[in-house]
């Protein structure tokens, strides 16, 4: 059986946290350390950049190819998952909600600094981390070019890259994300299998289940995106 047509995985992380956070999936140190080494050995982790730069005929993408993101932008991203993403050499992309910002419990401008300077991407995830699907066009369009200006004044380059909240956006959504200036947008699964889009790349959550070799190979063999169920935008 060949598989569709596909981009390589985007993996999608929120917390790296010892401790279990039941709203928000979460994977424990020693388990990211381990997908970690997974990814760091037998795949080639690469930036969210060369991925887009490949679907826009740029350039050459390497065999086995995989992203790594993580959305919300909470300060165990710092704390915890960046030390191992450092030790395995695995480059990665933060969302970031700009208004939560130095919030207890977000990432400080001198922390996203820190990330940045040790090759971390620093992405949009808006401003409030609104559903933007549910909000008029003058709020939706606030979401998307607000967000894009207060993280460039904040670390002195605007982000390339979004990752809409929930996954959602529509058609018009993804249009006013590329008029916005983003190079790409990330969403969950909703969008097109067949036909890769650069303002709605779909993305894999990774579970604990993934912490073996059978579960990342399933998660980065292109037949897990064939068979999930495919949500439509919005």
Known sequence: MIPP?????????????????????TLSPAAFDRQMALLARRWRPVPLATLAAWLEGQGPLPPRAVAVTFDDGTDDTAAHAFPILARH??????????DNVGRPGFLTRDQLLTL???GVTIG?????????????PDRMHHEL???RRQLGDLLGRPPEFLSYPGGGYTPVIAHAAREAGYRAACTTNRGTLWHPDLWALRRITAHPSANSWPGMALLCSGYYNAFRRLRAPG
């Open 145 to 147: 070019l607000d967000s």
């Open 124 to 136: 949009s995830h808006t401003v409030h981390h609104a559903y933007l699907p549910s909000l008029a």
């Open 116 to 118: 940045q300077k040790g």
């Open 5 to 25: 047509r596909w981009y390589p995985p985007i993996l999608t992380y929120h917390r790296v946290h010892p401790e279990p956070v039941h709203d928000t999936p």
């Open 89 to 98: 050499r695995v480059p990665a992309t933060v969302f970031m909600i700009s």
